[in-house]
């Protein structure tokens, strides 16, 4: 019989697998709404939760953000999800075309912020037509597309945490908080497009070799009310939070991904029921000292929007079942 294709043998398979994926690395997300948007009590907010997270892995380089609409305007989530989808692909496409070398320089980085304004911009030119005048495409900025940005860039050689606005972050275990800004007001992407003000440069807040990372978290500023929770009763329940570190234990909370994965094809929510829990509103009957009935309240610990994406290194190869070539 004639050996011209390749018999697609376990050990080929395994060759194929370990050729497509980007990065040893694996991953897990989640999000949930803050309490101050859902409301407590009979009382319910019934806010969106603003943030999105954004993911892109290719074979030289791993890309996830995450975003935090402004909350006093009424749409920011929109805008959140645009940046999300969006500054993953720009970025991939200025390491395609500069090269991994280049992603420390400030002119990288200028050349993602002007590629991500020219293509929201051309949102707000659909939705917004000349017509329409200058002030109706500011106002729909405003209530749109202001949101803060937080990512990390793996390339094989380099690992680069950046953004513009606040945020959290944990390398290693080491926690880095970006923020408070004055008046609750951090810097957003789009302001440029809403005012006169110039936009906000990209800030490059943290590099390590890729090679000595084991774990990375990112967050939007809810991520600290979580921190702050860790030695916190979850509502209704014995177990503590916890701190960030026993995430990376909880094995089956962890995906791995191939190259050319981006948000739709890879799980951005196993973390989001842990997180539920820690943000649910408990009440329960119980009894004073003379067995008076009284309602007792566990209130959830997230006041604000909370969005992570958390990264660990992969310590060995997913087994591949095996499969027999047709004779």
Known sequence: MSQDHETLSDENLHTRKQEQAPLQFELAAGSVP?????????????????????????????ILTVHDGCGSTPHSEFGARIGATLLPIVIAEELRNHGAPKVECKSFWESVK?????????????????????????????????????????????TIVFGIGDGAFAINGK??????????????????LVSRAEAPDFVVHARIRTELLETLVIGTDGMQDLVNAATK????????????????????????FES???NDSVP????????????????????????????????????????????????????????????
């Open 114 to 158: 002007v590629k991500m304004l020219e293509r929201i911009e051309s949102i707000i030119s659909l939705c917004c037509p000349g017509e329409m005048g200058s002030e109706a495409r500011s106002n729909f900025a405003r209530n749109h597309f202001l949101f803060t940005a937080l990512g990390a860039l793996l390339t094989e050689e380099l």
């Open 233 to 256: 009763r979850i509502p209704g329940k014995a177990r503590i939070v916890g701190d960030l570190d026993q995430l990376f234990l909880q094995e089956f909370l962890f995906s791995s």
């Open 268 to 327: 951005l929510d196993s973390l989001t029921g842990w997180l539920r829990q820690i943000n649910s509103e408990v009440t329960k009957l119980s009894f004073d000292e003379d067995q008076n009935p009284i309602i007792k309240r566990d209130e959830g610990l997230l006041p604000d929007d909370t969005t992570l994406m958390a990264l660990k290194r992969s310590r060995a190869p997913k087994q591949l079942k095996t499969v027999t070539p047709n004779s």
């Open 175 to 192: 926690l880095t908080t970006i923020g408070p800004f004055p008046d609750n007001a951090p810097d957003y992407l789009c302001r440029s």
């Open 260 to 262: 050319d994965t981006v």
């Open 34 to 62: 803050g309490r101050r948007h859902l409301g407590s009590g009979n009382l319910l907010s019934g806010k969106n939760n603003q943030d999105a997270m954004g993911f892109l892995a290719k074979q030289e380089c791993i």
